[in-house]
């Protein structure tokens, strides 16, 4: 890791947040309670603002909103034609909206808890307009196009399918891309024709507020779209075990996810959708340039400081070219610039928040404890903010803990393998299932062991591509169903059958 960036002077917000209240029927107001609780800045720890703490009573008052504006109001009432439109930013709404509001993130970056905050300061313009806007330029493109069937039935009978929305959409996100899962979450519903509650994470509340306003201003009903800010045990579970609430949505971690899924079961039995953790394995293969596979595995596991469901956080090599790899690992790590994610040139900024942060060194303690070598890093970096040293561990055997469980920080683990069978096995035998990613030039090698992963997404010499066409989730216990492309509409539709005789009786 680079020290060469100063952190020592972290940008303080000098302008006010804009937008901290909930977000109920189409207006920002206060909690029920009154209260408010921080949210704080990673890189210094300081308060940016304090934000309407939601609670039960509040997630009522969104629910009744979003009942209203789906019983009654225009939302799923609108053709598909208006709807595409209003999707489309009244003629390229929501589009342009999903712009403005990442050129003022551009703007004002300091005093917004955003995404981008967390992620690749330098890369921004191009993952901006890719990550984010592309999801509701795509979800509009379906709106349209959202049909049922007619199907032949035996007997004399009309048979037609019609794909409904669900109604009122309950959806929890986390804080590692809080722009990203609002749009994950929010385009495929309103696509859709559902209206949302949506809960932000209680660390990242500011941007989904922000995106929103625009929304609102892009001609969005009221009621359509209510942001509840809040903790998970209150107004997570509140929403969650709803009675009102026909779907629920949740990304987060797979001990949350348990939860949930009990809640709703409890409650009024609304699906489910979840996304939950992750312990991918990046298989380095005997054929592969090492070069290139050492850059592809530190991007697969370092990106957004770690903190990705997905992370190739089970870097395994082929022992072959297990020495010349290591070397470049450690390299790529030592080299990495870690520091203020505002300046020019920060690869990797602060962890989300103190919890974190001590869980990821909890974590490089127990790596060195059980035997691992570490070869840099595995301490804090700097004195102030979440910051810690990119670091990488060697020689990481199946059955340690750092193997095991999701660290979710700039952690690499890099395990050695023979030959493909043994692999294969290894790779899958992880409570997990969310991604795996192979490095290989060879076709064979590549077919053997797409087939063979069991992962919801496999990514061969690439990793973490998310176009908006492209299905996302996990198998076992990395969540229940698809995000994003034609499979992310199913969570939001119902399904119903009518059958009219072809001769009244
Ligand atoms: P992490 O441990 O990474 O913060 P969580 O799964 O706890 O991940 O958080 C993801 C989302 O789930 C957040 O919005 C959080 O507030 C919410 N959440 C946490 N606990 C609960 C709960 N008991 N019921 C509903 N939502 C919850």
């Given at each position: 890791?680079s020290?060469?960036?100063?952190i020592?002077?972290?940008?303080?917000?000098?302008?006010?947040?804009?937008?901290?209240?909930?977000?109920?029927n189409?207006?920002?107001?206060?909690s029920?309670?009154?209260?408010?609780?921080?949210?704080?800045?990673?890189?210094?720890?300081n308060?940016?603002?304090?934000?309407?703490?939601?609670?039960?009573?509040?997630?009522?008052?969104?629910?009744?909103?979003?009942?209203?504006?789906?019983?009654?109001?225009?939302?799923?009432?609108?053709?598909?034609?208006?709807?595409?439109?209003h999707?489309?930013?009244?003629?390229?709404?929501?589009?342009?909206?999903?712009?403005?509001?990442l050129?003022?993130?551009?703007?004002?970056?300091?005093?917004?808890?955003?995404?981008?905050?967390?992620?690749?300061?330098?890369?921004?313009p191009k993952?901006?307009?890719?990550?984010?806007?592309?999801?509701?330029r795509?979800?509009?493109?379906?709106?349209?196009?959202?049909?049922?069937?007619?199907v032949?039935?035996?007997?004399?009978?009309?048979?037609?399918?019609?794909?409904?929305?669900?109604?009122?959409?309950?959806?929890?996100?986390?804080?590692?891309?809080?722009l990203?899962?609002?749009?994950?979450?929010?385009?495929?519903?309103?696509?859709?024709?559902?209206?949302?509650?949506?809960?932000?994470?209680?660390?990242?509340?500011?941007?989904?507020?922000?995106a929103?306003?625009?929304?609102?201003?892009?001609?969005?009903?009221?009621?359509?779209?209510?942001?509840?800010?809040?903790?998970?045990?209150?107004?997570g579970?509140?929403?969650?075990?709803?009675?009102?609430?026909?779907?629920?949505a949740f990304?987060?971690?797979?001990?949350?996810?348990?939860?949930?899924?009990?809640?709703?079961?409890?409650?009024?039995?609304?699906?489910?959708?979840?996304?939950?953790?992750?312990?991918?394995?990046?298989?380095?293969?005997?054929?592969?340039?090492?070069?290139?596979a050492?850059?592809?595995?530190?991007?697969?596991?370092?990106?957004?400081?770690?903190?990705?469901?997905?992370?190739g956080?089970?870097?395994?090599?082929?022992?072959?070219?297990?020495?010349?790899?290591?070397?470049?690992?450690?390299?790529?790590a030592?080299?990495?610039?870690?520091?203020?994610?505002?300046?020019?040139?920060i690869?990797?900024?602060?962890?989300?928040?103190?919890?974190?942060f001590?869980?990821?060194l909890?974590y490089?303690?127990?790596?060195?404890?059980?035997?691992?070598?570490?070869?840099?890093?595995?301490?804090?970096?700097?004195?102030?903010?979440?910051?810690?040293?990119?670091?990488?561990?060697?020689?990481?055997?199946?059955?340690?803990?750092?193997?095991?469980?999701?660290?979710f920080?700039?952690?690499?683990?890099?395990?050695?393998?023979?030959?493909?069978?043994?692999?294969?096995?290894?790779?899958n035998?992880?409570?997990?299932?969310?991604?795996?990613?192979?490095?290989?030039?060879?076709?064979?090698?590549?077919?053997?062991?797409?087939?063979?992963?069991?992962?919801?997404?496999?990514?061969?010499?690439?990793?973490?591509?998310f176009?908006?066409?492209i299905?996302?989730?996990?198998?076992?216990?990395s969540?229940?169903?698809?995000?994003?492309?034609?499979?992310?509409?199913?969570?939001?539709?119902?399904?119903?059958?009518?059958?009219?005789?072809l001769?009244?009786?």
């Amino acid at each position: 890791y680079s020290t060469s960036a100063a952190i020592e002077e972290p940008l303080t917000p000098s302008v006010k947040v804009d937008y901290t209240q909930l977000l109920i029927n189409g207006k920002f107001v206060d909690s029920a309670s009154g209260k408010t609780f921080p949210t704080l800045d990673p890189r210094t720890g300081n308060v940016i603002a304090h934000v309407a703490e939601g609670d039960s009573e509040d997630v009522d008052r969104a629910v009744a909103a979003a009942r209203k504006a789906f019983d009654e109001g225009p939302w799923p009432k609108m053709t598909a034609y208006v709807t595409t439109l209003h999707l489309r930013l009244k003629d390229q709404g929501y589009f342009c909206a999903l712009l403005i509001c990442l050129k003022n993130i551009m703007m004002k970056l300091q005093h917004l808890r955003l995404g981008i905050m967390e992620s690749h300061m330098n890369r921004l313009p191009k993952l901006k307009y890719q990550w984010l806007c592309v999801f509701f330029r795509y979800y509009a493109g379906w709106a349209d196009k959202i049909h049922g069937l007619t199907v032949p039935a035996d007997g004399e009978h009309h048979v037609q399918i019609l794909h409904e929305p669900f109604g009122v959409a309950g959806q929890i996100i986390p804080w590692n891309f809080p722009l990203l899962m609002f749009a994950w979450k929010v385009a495929p519903a309103l696509a859709c024709g559902n209206t949302i509650v949506l809960k932000t994470a209680e660390q990242t509340p500011l941007s989904a507020l922000y995106a929103a306003k625009l929304f609102l201003e892009a001609g969005l009903p009221p009621g359509v779209l209510n942001i509840i800010s809040g903790f998970g045990p209150t107004a997570g579970a509140a929403l969650s075990s709803h009675m009102d609430v026909d779907k629920l949505a949740f990304t987060g971690s797979t001990d949350t996810g348990k939860i949930v899924l009990q809640l709703a079961a409890k409650s009024n039995l609304k699906p489910v959708t979840l996304e939950l953790g992750g312990k991918s394995p990046f298989i380095v293969c005997e054929d592969a340039d090492v070069e290139k596979a050492a850059e592809l595995a530190h991007f697969a596991l370092f990106f957004n400081q770690g903190q990705c469901c997905c992370a190739g956080s089970r870097t395994f090599v082929h022992e072959r070219i297990y020495d010349q790899f290591l070397e470049k690992a450690k390299a790529l790590a030592v080299n990495r610039v870690v520091g203020d994610p505002f300046k020019a040139g920060i690869q990797q900024g602060p962890q989300i928040d103190t919890e974190q942060f001590e869980k990821i060194l909890r974590y490089i303690r127990v790596g060195v404890d059980s035997g691992a070598t570490l070869e840099t890093g595995g301490e804090r970096f700097g004195s102030t903010g979440y910051y810690v040293q990119p670091t990488v561990f060697s020689n990481v055997q199946d059955d340690m803990l750092i193997a095991k469980e999701e660290i979710f920080g700039p952690v690499q683990s890099i395990l050695k393998f023979k030959d493909l069978g043994d692999v294969v096995r290894r790779a899958n035998t992880t409570r997990y299932g969310l991604a795996a990613g192979v490095f290989t030039q060879n076709i064979d090698t590549a077919n053997t062991l797409t087939r063979a992963l069991r992962a919801g997404t496999v990514w061969v010499n690439c990793f973490d591509v998310f176009d908006a066409a492209i299905p996302f989730g996990g198998y076992k216990m990395s969540g229940q169903g698809r995000e994003k492309g034609i499979y992310g509409l199913n969570s939001y539709l119902q399904v119903k059958a009518v059958v009219t005789p072809l001769k009244n009786p």
